[in-house]
């Protein structure tokens, strides 16, 4: 996520923030009567008639939300889909989600005034259907940071390129041990 492009740095992005906090705060009771279960066991287990419905109903927030959720878990295999599907079919995970867009501003703030992490090596993954941070970006994140682009991906690298997430995961354990051998010596 780059901070500048979210509020209160970016005060045109609220509109996102702002709909994101309906659609959550929407979901809650819908959740608790039933409803969620209904609609997220249609999208993902049956013919998705409901989910439509139900996306359509509100409004193009709703169907915009239903083709991203759509997209992204139809990358997982349909082996855990029941289990996605029980977990956003209750309340708490809506709760969970409207406090986490809440925090978006309070977020960014924090990001904006942290430290750059000094002597640690990070890596950032950035989807190819994004901008690659430039280098200005990189260095406040910190002083031993390599950006590696994911090119076939978008939000969810994680689905869209496993592997790359596997082989950068072990290629930061791979220099982590290097840099305390090094230190060590």
């Not at 492009?5 to 702002?18: C, G």
């Not at 915009?64 to 029980?86: C, N, Y």
């Not at 994911?150 to 790359?164: G, N, V, Y």
Request: charged content about 25%; aromatic content about 6%; glycine content about 8%.
């Amino acid at each position: 996520m780059r901070i500048e492009e979210w509020p209160p740095l970016d005060p045109s992005k609220q509109f996102m923030v702002d709909r994101g906090k309906r659609l959550t705060r929407c979901a809650i009771p819908i959740a608790r009567f039933g409803l969620a279960r209904l609609a997220v066991t249609s999208l993902l287990c049956r013919s998705g008639g409901i989910s439509r419905w139900l996306a359509g109903a509100a409004g193009d927030g709703g169907r915009h939300v239903l083709g991203r959720i759509t997209d992204e878990v139809g990358k997982m295999p349909q082996e855990v889909w029941p289990i996605v599907a029980a977990h956003w079919s209750r309340p708490e995970y809506y709760e969970g989600m409207y406090s986490h867009v809440v925090a978006v501003p309070d977020t960014v703030r924090e990001m904006q005034d942290a430290e750059p992490i000094r002597s640690i090596p990070v890596l950032v993954l950035t989807p190819g259907k994004s901008s690659p941070l430039c280098e200005q970006h990189l260095f406040r994140i910190g002083d031993n940071v390599q950006q590696v682009i994911a090119p076939a991906s978008a939000h969810w690298i994680h689905l869209d390129e496993p592997d790359l997430v596997i082989d950068s995961i072990r290629e930061m354990v791979a220099a982590a041990t290097r840099e305390a051998i090094t230190a060590a010596v």
